[in-house]
C-alpha cells in the first residue's frame, strides 16, 4: 500500500488522489440515508461532482428497487470538504439532486445513459474548502496487466481513513483495462471492498516511477506515478469490483460540461 500522507516541516502532503476524494451522504431533507464517496473534476472552466448513478437515485442500478429500507430516497448530497489548513475543521456542503422544477441536476452517459452507474453533478467548490479537480487527461499511462496492484479510495463502510480522508483499498486488477462488462465501458478487480465504497475513483500509484514508460515510450521520470482509472460502482455476482473506466468518466463530464454551455 503507498504511503497515504506525510509531515514535511509540520505541513501535511497527501497524494492528489486523497485531495479529490470525499465522503458524500446521501440525505431527505437532512436526514441521512446512506454512505458513498465521490471525486471531485475541473472541466472546461467547470466543477464536477462524479459518483455512481444508484447513489443519487436511492435505487438498485439494475432492479431499480429503492436501497433504503423504509423507502427514502435522496434529494441532496452532503459532501464532506477539508478546510484550508487541512486539520480537523471539515466542511458539510450541501448539493441539491433536484432543480426547482423538479427535474434532476446530475448528467448520465450520453449515450447509454441510465445503463452506465455514472453521474456528473455541477459543484460549485466553496471558498473556505481546500480540494482539487482533477482534469480526466492521461499524463503517466504507464502499463499495467492483469493481477497489478491498483487501489480504490473511498470511505468503505462509510469510515475515514484518519481525520475525514479516504481510505486505500489494496486491489488487483482482474481483467484488462481496455476490457468490456456486458458489453459496457467496465473492467474488474478484485479486493475488500464494501458498501460506501461505491463512487470511489481506482487508480494505480507507483513508487520510485522514474523507470516507468508511459504509452508512448517517455519516461515517468519522478519519484511516483498515479494513474487514474476507472470509477468503482459494486460488485458483480461472483465478487469482483466493477470499474467503469476512464472514457466512460470522461465521456459523462464532458456531457455535462455541454449541458452548461447549452
Request: hydrophobic letters at 40%.
Amino acid at each position: 500500500m503507498p504511503s497515504h500522507h506525510e509531515i514535511v516541516d509540520g505541513v501535511i502532503q497527501l497524494p492528489w488522489a486523497s485531495m479529490s476524494t470525499f465522503l458524500v451522504e446521501m440525505q431527505f431533507k437532512g436526514t441521512p440515508l446512506s454512505r458513498g464517496t465521490c471525486l471531485t473534476v475541473s472541466h472546461g472552466g467547470h466543477w464536477f461532482l462524479v459518483t455512481n448513478r444508484h447513489n443519487v437515485t436511492g435505487r438498485n442500478q439494475y432492479t431499480n428497487r429503492c436501497l433504503h429500507k423504509f423507502g427514502g430516497v435522496p434529494d441532496q448530497l452532503a459532501v464532506l470538504l477539508p478546510t484550508l489548513d487541512l486539520g480537523n475543521e471539515w466542511w458539510v456542503h450541501g448539493v441539491a439532486l433536484y432543480d426547482a422544477a423538479g427535474q434532476p441536476t446530475w448528467s448520465e452517459h450520453p449515450l447509454f445513459g441510465a445503463e452506465i452507474d455514472v453521474v456528473a453533478l455541477p459543484f460549485e467548490k466553496p471558498p473556505q474548502a481546500r480540494c482539487f479537480g482533477i482534469h480526466l487527461t492521461e499524463h503517466n499511462d504507464f502499463a499495467l496487466e492483469v493481477g497489478d496492484a491498483v487501489n480504490c479510495i473511498g470511505y468503505r463502510k462509510g469510515e475515514p481513513m484518519f481525520s475525514a480522508f479516504p481510505q486505500w483499498i489494496d486491489c488487483r486488477l482482474e481483467t484488462p483495462l481496455n476490457d468490456s462488462w456486458q458489453g459496457k465501458p467496465a473492467f474488474l478487480i478484485r479486493g475488500p471492498t464494501a458498501e460506501g465504497s461505491s463512487g470511489s475513483p481506482v487508480i494505480a500509484y507507483r513508487d520510485n516511477a522514474e523507470e516507468l514508460r508511459r504509452s508512448d515510450g517517455t519516461l515517468v521520470g519522478s519519484n511516483w506515478a498515479t494513474r487514474l482509472l476507472g470509477l468503482y460502482s459494486g460488485r458483480t455476482p461472483d465478487g469482483a469490483g466493477l470499474v467503469w473506466n476512464l472514457a466512460c468518466i470522461r465521456d459523462v463530464v464532458e456531457h455535462a460540461a455541454q449541458k452548461l454551455e447549452s
